[in-house]
């Protein structure tokens, strides 16, 4: 079973444009103190954090969205922004911004993201042909546009497509789990890393859906409250509390869960999969997931049968089954 895994960023044709003198691209630098800009670490110490250690920017946007939520600063009329206050503006420069892109734009924030090469391009300087009026660009750069629309083979690094096709090499019914738990060899590996159906949480305002799409993270068993049986709970990204498997959907997912799916991991409340993870789960999980939609296609027709048969015998007999 292959599927098209990759995201691809397509590059727009930029047209030449008119330019009677030399200008130089700037962007604004940012000060570094140790692992983050200057305006990343005031916002954390603002609010009380340790910035001796390193956080990560998964870590920073919670800590952010927390802030928000915890200081009321969505916009009341459109939920999904964020009305920055002076703290937030000094750090994102803007008085406000859409909630799924708080970690985006905690990107440049960190030194790790620092590209030197960038650094050092930063400014260049472009002539015009005053006569023409038609933009020269330098050969170096002329080298990396043509480079850029060479078609490449999409690296492993990059991240998998968050689409329906995908996500069914990923995604686990209710039945399959509990099929998958009887045999508790290998049951944590195919579970951590696969996608599940859940209600969604009724107390967050902001979930438009009845269900959510969750990646599994961990699996942990415990003492169940009823009897002295284990009983096994998954841990879900993003989650507060463990699920059992008796919460768990049994039905298709909906195209609006998949885009809440996406919504929620550009947002960095989900971690995005890489193209190696996706094919390695998918592989994983690809015979187990066939024979169980084999087995309940088998079990669909033999009802349909039985159904027909029944009515085929409703007409021959009918005062049978007035009857019975």
């Known amino acids: 079973m292959k599927a098209d895994f990759c995201w691809v960023e397509e590059t727009k044709d930029q047209t030449p444009f008119t330019l009677k003198r030399k200008r130089s691209f700037k962007s604004k630098k940012l000060e570094f103190i140790g692992w983050g800009s200057r305006p990343l670490i005031e916002f954390l110490q603002s609010i009380g954090k340790d910035t001796n250690r390193e956080y990560s920017r998964h870590e920073v946007n919670a800590m952010v969205i927390d ?44 030194i790790e993201n620092q590209d030197e090469s960038e650094e050092e391009n930063s400014s260049s ?20 546009i043509h480079h850029k629309k060479k078609p490449q083979e999409a690296p492993k690094s990059c ?42 949480d009724p107390y967050d305002f902001l979930q438009k859906n009845s269900h959510q799409l969750q990646q599994v ?22 989650w507060l509390r463990d699920a059992p498997i008796s919460l768990l959907s049994d039905d298709d997912f909906t195209p609006e869960e998949c885009e809440d799916l996406r919504e929620r991991v550009k947002a960095g409340l989900l971690k995005r999969p890489t193209v190696v993870d996706f094919e390695l789960k998918a592989h994983v999980l690809h015979e187990d997931i066939t ?21 085929g015998r409703r007409r021959e007999y009918p005062l049978l089954f007035k009857l019975l």
């Open 217 to 238: 993270t961990g699996v942990k068993k415990t003492v169940g409250p009823v009897n002295a049986c284990m009983e096994t709970y998954l841990q879900l990204s993003n």
């Open 125 to 144: 300087e472009e002539d015009a042909d005053e006569e023409t009026g038609i933009l020269i660009i330098s050969k170096e750069i002329k080298t990396s």
């Open 67 to 110: 802030y928000v939520h915890s200081n009321n600063l969505l916009n009341p009329q459109k939920k999904k922004r964020i009305l920055c206050d002076e703290r937030l503006r000094t750090l994102f420069g803007k008085k406000s911004i859409p909630r799924i892109k708080v970690y985006e734009l905690l990107e440049k924030h960190f």
């Open 159 to 200: 991240f998998a497509a968050l689409n329906s096709e995908n996500i069914k090499l990923l995604y686990l019914k209710r039945s399959l789990v509990q099929d998958l738990l009887k045999n508790q060899e290998g049951f944590d590996d195919k579970l951590v890393g696969s996608i599940v159906r859940i209600k969604s």
């Open 291 to 311: 024979k169980h939609w084999i087995n309940r296609e088998i079990a669909l027709l033999q009802r349909r049968i039985n159904h027909a048969n029944e009515k």
